[in-house]
Each structure stands twice: as C-alpha cells, then as structure tokens.
C-alpha cells in the first residue's frame, strides 16, 4: 500500500481559450494479486500553494482499476472513475464531454505506447 500527495499540471488549451489548470491530490495505490488499484481526491496542501496564473483545478473521489480482462487473459480491463472540476469560467456539461473524449485519446495513445515498447523489446507480456 502507498499513499502520497501528487501535483499535475494541464497545459492550456484551444488556443489559450482553456488556461494552464493544476491539481493538488493524495493518491493510494496498491496491488492485489495481478490487480493494480489507485484511488485519490484533491487536497490543500501548504507545501503546493497556488500559482499565479494558474487555475487550480479540483479532483473529487476518482480513480482506476487495471485488471486481466476475465474474456481474455491476455487483454486487460481499465475501470476509471473521474470527477474533474476545472474551475473557472467553462459551464461542467462541457467540461465533462471534453474530458471523456480527453480519457478515450489517452488510453488510444498509451496502447500504442505499449505496442512501441513491445515491439523493441523493452515491454514483454
């Protein structure tokens, strides 16, 4: 089991139209077995105040699950909850179209990561 505070930064976005947004979160993660778990929420903390020209953003309860797909051994499932706020001005029905297309191209780009990483031999299964 661990447990530690950790900072993100978002760069902005549409041309500036979104500013630079950061998080403050505590983050547990662990694994089970050949589960891999992380759960986390923002949080204030002094040592991370924040910055000018930046909004600060806010994480509720979130997190994900990695876990071998029960179809497929050799494919793997991802359970991930997200509840972002960025702030400022930008109504949240927006915010929350935006961020699934956001989840589904990170997801795409880290499976061809992986593929990259398998195919130079630096992953192996």
Avoid at 20 to 25: A, E, I, L, T
């Amino acid at each position: 089991m661990h447990t530690d505070i950790i900072y993100n930064i978002a760069t902005e976005a549409a041309g500036g139209v979104v500013a630079r947004r950061d998080f403050v979160s505590v983050r547990y993660w662990e694994k089970r077995g050949d589960i891999y778990i992380s759960s986390g929420k923002s949080v204030e903390y002094k040592r991370m105040p924040e910055q000018e020209g930046i909004i600060r953003g806010f994480n509720g309860n979130g997190g994900y699950v990695i876990a071998p797909s029960p179809q497929n051994p050799a494919h793997t499932q991802l359970i991930w909850v997200l509840d972002t706020d960025l702030k400022g001005w930008i109504p949240q029905y927006i915010i929350d179209r935006a961020l699934s297309g956001v989840m589904v191209t990170f997801f795409s780009s880290l499976a061809d990561h992986v593929d990259r990483l398998r195919r130079n031999g630096s992953l192996s299964d």
